[in-house]
């Protein structure tokens, strides 16, 4: 185990801890964040690799609440709308504005005019200024600039301001920030048991390294449940799953080679069953989701069945006719589970997406529903929860002003440094953007240590994008990698096979590894690939 493993484990299994937090999807990793903030001595663990849980499988978009304008949510449209403005300003590399097209046919869900007028309140409620404003388009418009788009009945578009992120980076980023200020921060750790006072009150959590197989207990003053999918399990684990419950709706997406399905901007468009579906740009990708069903199986293996990617295809062939996409072209996938709160007789779209807290007889805070685009409030509320219940003087939420990335880049002087050490390489261009707009001004250190090898320019890349991960980012296995820090098994999976070797000696040398464990990682690796590649039935 590497001694930086060993010292973290020493720190949560000796120090006492004001919060300790369970999940380190975007929720904990939010609520880790804000208290460690406000001067409360945290620790966070997560079972899995930070974010491996629904925090990677989202739509990747940070939304502004189109969904809930529907349904008259007028207050959440605002605060989510809000919410964007102050993500972008944390981690501006990773959450980017992005265009979103909404076509407007005869018989869709939308007419033009509610879509116009929708939008219009849309952007007085986000405060959406200049030209991120919603602007219709006509049905010439629309042609002209999205020319795949079927023109059986289109009659205009709308053209609106989201944006768009990644959601493992996003997690990622938000978890370095609270271990830059204090947070004990372990993957790989589960949560096993709870361990309660004598009048039934918790103390602390029974936990397991699943790398070493050491036991623990971590002892802390208040205790969030952050699971996720899992938050019933804890719950149940505490003796208090009574009330209201989970229901999970799994959600997929698919990936195609941006020539497939080369779109100017992400579309948002009616699938057959009234349903609303995303194509979105991404690098030499385009990714659409997301598919809602009800889902009970194994939560620890979630993945697109062929019926998902036939539905999402069925969709998309329906609105791109000249694309005619087969399954064949689908070269990458994943499917996620969302958390939501039960509510009888309800579908899963129609189920909200609203967060809740529960707090057991024991004093367990669980919190659970929600989207990723709300991960701060979340947090805000929860952590003012646990600094009200410690009796403290209430120090304020300050995560507004704290940003999520370190340094500045210039980025044309990068952009140009990336050109001339490519040299003119294929798929250079969208590898500079995707390095850019994943580590933001790291980039630039990455590009630089890359430089300084013999290699050639993409194999030098892989590297030194490895070897950052590694140092910098918690990776302990090579699927870290791969999936959640460099996105590479969703948005360039041909580099994955391209690149292992490298990776693996690259990733033995910096952790230690024996040649058993970088065997075992190889085939974990390859392992994923299958599940995104190969559609269950
Ligand atoms: P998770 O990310 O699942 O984190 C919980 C973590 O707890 C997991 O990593 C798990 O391993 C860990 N854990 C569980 N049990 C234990 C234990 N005993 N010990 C230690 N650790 C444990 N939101 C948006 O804002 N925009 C979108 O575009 C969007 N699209 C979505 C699309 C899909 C298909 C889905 C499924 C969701 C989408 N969402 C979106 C919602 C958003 O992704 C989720 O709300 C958010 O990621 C949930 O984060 P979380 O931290 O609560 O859960």
């Keep these: 185990m590497a001694t930086t493993r060993i010292k973290l484990v020493r720190q949560l299994s000796t120090h006492k801890f004001d919060l300790l937090v369970i999940g380190g999807g975007v929720t904990g990793a939010g609520i880790a964040l804000d208290a460690v903030l406000r001067g409360l001595r945290v620790a ?68 033009r005019f509610s879509t116009s007028l929708g939008l219009w309140v849309y952007d007085q409620l986000a405060r959406v200024k200049g030209s991120d404003r ?8 629309v042609r002209a600039e999205e020319p795949l788009l079927s023109t059986e009945g289109l009659k205009a578009g709308g053209l609106y301001a989201e944006y768009r992120t990644d959601d493992a980076r996003l997690t990622i980023e938000i978890v370095k920030t609270a271990v830059r200020l204090g947070c004990v921060a372990l993957n790989y750790v589960e949560a096993d048991g709870f361990i309660t006072t004598a009048s039934g ?9 699943l790398l070493s197989g050491i036991q623990m207990e971590v002892f802390a003053k208040k205790i969030v449940n952050a699971a996720g999918p899992w938050v019933d399990e804890l719950r149940q684990l505490d003796h208090s799953l009574n009330g209201k419950r989970l229901f999970l709706s799994k959600g997929t997406h698919i990936v195609v080679p941006r020539e497939k399905l080369p779109l100017k901007y992400s579309v948002y468009f009616d699938m057959p069953d009234g349903r609303m579906v995303f194509a979105i740009p991404r690098h030499r990708t385009t990714y659409i989701g997301t598919t809602d069903t009800p889902f009970t199986d194994d939560k ?16 998309l062939n329906g609105v791109f006719p000249h694309a005619q996409i087969s399954l064949q072209d689908v070269e990458s996938s994943w499917a996620g589970l969302r958390p939501l709160i039960y509510e009888p007789g309800k579908s899963a779209s129609e189920m909200s997406r609203k967060d809740e807290v529960f707090v057991s007889p024991s004093g367990l805070i669980s919190i659970a529903g929600g989207k990723l685009t709300g991960y701060r409030k979340m947090a805000e509320k929860v952590v003012s929860y646990v600094v009200k219940s410690l009796g403290l003087q209430s120090p304020q939420c300050t995560t ?29 261009g969208f590898a500079a953007q995707s390095l850019l707009q994943n580590y933001g001004a790291a980039a ?27 140092s910098e980012e918690f990776v302990v296995k090579a699927l870290d990698f791969f999936e959640r820090r460099s996105g590479r098994l969703y948005f360039d999976i041909r580099s994955v096979e391209a690149y292992l070797n490298q990776v693996l000696e690259a990733l033995q040398r910096l952790l230690g590894w024996s040649d ?22």
């Design 400 to 428: 507004m002003s704290v940003p999520l990335t370190k340094g500045k880049l210039d980025e044309a002087a990068y952009l140009a440094e990336f050109e001339a050490f490519a040299n003119g390489a294929e798929d250079s």
């Design 201 to 209: 009150k918790l103390k602390g959590v029974m936990a397991t390294d």
């Design 44 to 111: 966070l663990i997560e079972k899995g690799d930070y974010a491996s849980g629904t925090s990677s499988k989202s739509t990747k978009l940070i939304h502004g609440g189109l969904r809930y304008l529907k349904q008259f949510e007028f207050r959440i449209v605002a605060e989510v709308g809000r919410e964007r403005a102050i993500l972008h300003r944390l981690a501006p590399h990773l959450v980017r504005p992005e265009k979103m097209l909404l076509p407007i046919y005869e018989h869709g869900s939308f007419s």
């Design 444 to 470: 630039g250190k990455i590009l630089a240590a890359a430089r300084q090898t013999a290699l050639p320019p993409a194999q030098a890349l892989v590297v030194a994008e490895a070897e950052y991960a590694a």
């Design 134 to 141: 919603r602007r219709m388009l006509s049905a010439a418009l």
């Design 300 to 315: 620890n293996g979630v993945f697109a069945s062929r019926d998902d990617a036939e539905y999402l295809l069925k969709g």
């Design 516 to 537: 058993e464990k970088k065997a075992a990682e190889r085939a974990e690796v390859l392992q994923a690939v299958h599940n995104v590649t190969q559609f269950k039935q």
